[in-house]
């Protein structure tokens, strides 16, 4: 499973780009304190591509988790 964010850092408008999925994933996005942003289930589904409006939310780190049977990845998202 790979996954990309991008521009990050971002000023709060970026895509989030996962491949190689082959199982329901839980992709997640919380901010520093651990609270929940953006949450859904990607089910039957290979590639995924989101385009996040964080323009509303404070400037900072946030963090991308997907979450599947067997793997968890998490990545820093910086916005500016």
């Known amino acids: 499973v790979a996954i990309s964010v991008f521009p990050n850092p971002t000023t709060g408008i970026f895509t989030v780009a996962v491949t190689g999925l082959n199982n329901d994933v839980e992709l997640s996005v919380m901010n520093y304190d651990g609270r929940l942003i953006h ?4 089910e039957n589904v290979s590639t995924y591509e989101h385009s996040f ?3 509303q939310y404070p400037t900072g780190v946030y963090f991308l988790r997907l ?4 793997f968890l990845k998490v990545e820093r998202i910086v916005v500016r």
Do not use: I, K, M, S
Request: aromatic share 10%; no cysteine.
């Open 53 to 55: 409006n964080f323009t």
């Open 67 to 70: 979450q599947g049977d067997n």
């Open 39 to 42: 949450t859904e289930t990607l």
